[in-house]
């Protein structure tokens, strides 16, 4: 068993090698698609971060991705005190989104909208919802340095989603 492991990291290491830097970039990139994500999940435990209402200010369109999936763009709206956040486009088939998290950066510019699967994380207040394809999931939200989620090689909310 172990010789064929070693013979599979074998092959994955010259098969990467020979890929150049594009097929490197593809890999990190992958890596970094559902490193982030996992690692923005954990911030929600540092005091201070977690957004407790809607954030002002908000453009007409974000940029809803899928953890580890597709990039769409969204329309956002309001209703009382809290967002509707619309997307456009689809999922691939079998994901079931559980809820989103709106992403801010430090200055208050909201970065996009990361859709996760499961129950949403534990006592973050609901700041409102997402209709993606024929469901609605709860929404909340965080502020945070980008830093400690996304590569900046590799976006996670590109703005040639929104154009």
Known sequence: MRLLWLGLLCLLACHGSSGGKSSAAAASCGLAALAGPTALLGQFGVPGQTLSAPPRGL?????VRLVAGPANPA???RSDSMLVIGMN????AGSKPGFGVLVVDRSAKARGILLYEGA???NAPEIGT???AG???PLVGIQLDPVKYEDPRCPLFPDSVIR
Not at 59 to 63: A, D, F
Not at 89 to 92: A, L, M, N, V
């Open 75 to 77: 329309i956002v709206g």
């Open 89 to 92: 486009g689809s999922i691939p």
């Open 59 to 63: 453009p007409e369109r974000l940029v």
């Open 135 to 137: 469901s609605t999931v």
């Open 130 to 132: 997402v209709s993606v």
């Open 120 to 122: 949403p994380v534990e």
